[in-house]
């Protein structure tokens, strides 16, 4: 019923910057809050940053004041801006949706992810 597709991903450069999209589509009556994870090979998936339909929003400590997440509700788009980027972010990037459908049933949807390589 709800599609999300992440795109932006890719390789660079210790001290670069990316800006990932999270797109999502289908049959709903609202999305809520939006979030992007993180799952680097051999780790846990950690919680990057969430923002609220209000614009509210919440980082990790470790991407504090070096990433920013927006969104255009409009365009049912969430994105994040990584700014300084370390190798230590190298990780597949998923985005997650908090959606209220039609028939009022609220549901979480995860889009597949994008990797983002850092190198140093």
């Known amino acids: 019923q709800v599609q999300l597709v992440e795109s932006g991903g890719g390789l660079v450069q210790a001290g670069g910057s990316l800006r990932l999209s999270c797109a999502a589509s289908g049959r709903f009556f609202r999305i809520n809050t939006m979030a992007w994870y993180r799952q680097a090979p051999g780790k846990q998936r950690e919680l990057v940053a969430t923002i609220t339909s209000g614009g509210v929003t919440n980082y990790a400590d470790s991407v504090k004041g070096r990433f920013t997440v927006s969104r255009d509700n409009a365009k049912n788009t969430v994105y994040l801006q990584m700014n300084s980027l370390k190798p230590e972010d190298t990780a597949v990037y998923s985005c997650?949706?908090?959606?209220?459908?039609?028939?009022?049933?609220?549901?979480?949807?995860w889009g597949k992810g994008t990797l983002v390589t850092v190198s140093s």
């Open positions: 997650n949706a908090n959606v209220q459908l039609r028939d009022w049933r609220v549901m979480d949807y």
